[in-house]
C-alpha cells in the first residue's frame, strides 16, 4: 500500500484490479491517489484521471509526474457530462464517493455506459455512513443506473476504516 494511500483507496485498487492492459476512467480522481495505485497494476494501459477541479487534476498530475510523462496517466478537467471522452474508450471506470452516481437523477450513469468498452465494468466505492447497508445501497444504485442500461453484477464490501467499504460493480445490459 502506498504510504500515504487511505485503506479505502487500497481496497478499492485491490476490487477494481485492472488488467495488465485495461483503458481505465476515474472519475472524480481528486489528488490522484487511486490513479498511482491503479496505474502500477497497469504494464501497457492507461489511467485517465478526471477531475472538475483543476486544482486536484493539478496535485494528480505532480503526484502522477513520472506516470504522465511515460504516457501511462493522463488527466483532464471537467465535470463528467463535459468531458471529451470517446465512446467505448474504457475497459473499466472507477469512481470514489461521487455523489452524482448515488442520487436522482444520476444521469452521469449515462455517460459511463457511453464510454464503456463491449465487457467492461464500472466499480463505485463508497463509505456508508451506517454499517450494514450494502445490499441497500447497491438497490439504489441499481435503480438510479437501470434506465441507463448498466445493471449491478457485484457487490463488494471492504473493512475499511473508519468504516466499512462498499464497491458496487455494474456492467452494460445487454438484451
Do not use: K, Y
Request: glycine share 10%; with cysteine.
Amino acid at each position: 500500500m502506498a504510504a500515504d494511500a487511505s485503506a479505502r483507496l487500497s481496497w478499492a485498487a485491490h476490487v477494481a484490479d485492472p488488467g495488465p492492459g485495461e483503458r481505465v476512467l476515474e472519475v472524480g480522481c481528486g489528488h490522484g491517489v487511486l490513479l498511482s495505485l491503479l496505474a502500477a497494476r497497469l504494464t501497457t494501459g492507461s489511467v485517465l484521471g478526471l477531475d472538475r477541479s483543476a486544482t486536484m487534476t493539478t496535485a494528480a498530475a505532480v503526484r502522477n509526474a513520472a506516470a504522465v510523462a511515460a504516457g501511462t496517466v493522463a488527466l483532464q478537467t471537467a465535470a463528467l457530462a463535459d468531458a471529451d471522452l470517446p465512446d467505448a474508450a474504457f475497459d473499466l471506470v472507477v469512481a470514489v464517493h461521487v455523489g452524482a452516481f448515488w442520487r436522482a437523477p444520476a444521469e452521469e450513469h449515462a455517460v459511463v455506459r457511453r464510454v464503456l468498452a463491449g465487457g467492461g465494468r464500472f466499480l463505485l466505492v463508497d463509505q456508508p455512513l451506517q454499517p450494514g447497508r450494502a445490499q441497500t445501497r447497491a438497490d439504489q444504485v441499481a435503480a438510479l443506473a437501470a434506465p441507463h442500461g448498466l445493471v449491478v453484477t457485484a457487490v463488494h464490501t471492504g473493512d475499511t476504516p473508519p468504516r466499512p467499504s462498499i464497491a458496487v460493480e455494474l456492467r452494460p445490459h445487454h438484451g
